[in-house]
């Protein structure tokens, strides 16, 4: 079984750039998260989301950030208008549901951003 | 609010020395309590759980029990290894939520 894939592993944008993120989740699951790591701290929870609905956005910024996850295919972080700000490494997760006594999030290898 | 409070590294050992990193937690209701490990440019991975208290998490030799009277889920090894060097990240997840809230993590050194 394979595990959660994250493409690109680096991306490299330039300023005002757009980034695309993109995860494909474990076999059987159907819940998706994305966190952020910036330098020298934890994760942050983003955004949790099922097919096709937004659970729960709150950890996103509120301009330049969106997520999808469509029916078919992979799950997409967006980030419209780069700035350096936004350089840090993005990590999917995926559960097979939202059971707190029974799921566990797997990680996937995360995409590593990097704004020039 | 949410939160989970880690020793501070880097945390350098020797080879087969005891190894113990800190956490405690601040959480409305039942949290479960995870550990993960992140090894040099890679992603996180699962090291552990535990969801009640007084539950023990093992795997690899690692082993942390969930306290609820102290609010903690302190990770412990008896014998680390040069491969054991990583970041250890302490986690919860509320029960019925959604989100794993992490701690800053932790780096591990260990040494010949």
């Known amino acids: 079984n394979a595990g959660v894939m994250q493409n690109p592993r680096h991306l490299v944008r330039r300023r005002g750039q757009e980034a695309r993120l993109r995860c494909s989740p474990m076999?059987?699951?159907?819940?998706v998260y994305w966190y952020r790591q910036l330098p020298e701290e934890g994760l942050k929870f983003m955004v949790y989301?099922?097919?096709?609905?937004?659970?729960?956005e709150s950890g996103m910024p509120k301009e330049r950030f969106s997520a999808e996850f469509p029916k078919e295919g992979p799950s997409i972080l967006r980030i419209q208008q780069v700035v350096r700000g936004d350089s840090a490494a993005y990590f999917c997760?995926?559960?097979?549901?939202?059971?707190?006594?029974?799921?566990?999030?797997?990680f996937g290898p995360g995409t590593r951003l990097t704004v020039l | 609010g949410n939160s989970v409070t880690q020793m501070e590294g880097p945390v350098t050992l020797s080879e087969e020395a005891f190894l113990t990193i800190n956490c405690t937690y601040t959480?409305?209701?039942?949290?479960?309590l995870f550990w993960y490990v992140q090894y040099p440019g890679e992603g996180l991975q699962l090291l552990l759980k535990?969801?009640?208290?007084?539950d023990k998490g093992s795997n690899k030799g690692f082993e942390a029990t969930y306290r609820k009277e102290t609010t903690s889920f302190h990770l412990e090894k008896g014998s680390v290894q040069v491969s054991d060097s990583a970041v250890y990240f302490c986690?919860?997840?509320?029960?019925?939520?959604?989100?794993?809230?992490f701690g800053t993590g932790t780096q591990l050194k260990v040494e010949l």
């Open positions: 997760a995926s559960s097979p549901r939202n059971d707190a006594y029974t799921d566990t999030q797997y």
């Open positions: 076999k059987g699951h159907s819940h």
């Open positions: 989301l099922q097919k096709e609905n937004i659970i729960d």
């Open positions: 959480a409305t209701g039942y949290p479960s």
């Open positions: 535990a969801t009640k208290a007084d």
């Open positions: 986690a919860l997840k509320r029960g019925g939520g959604n989100k794993l809230t």
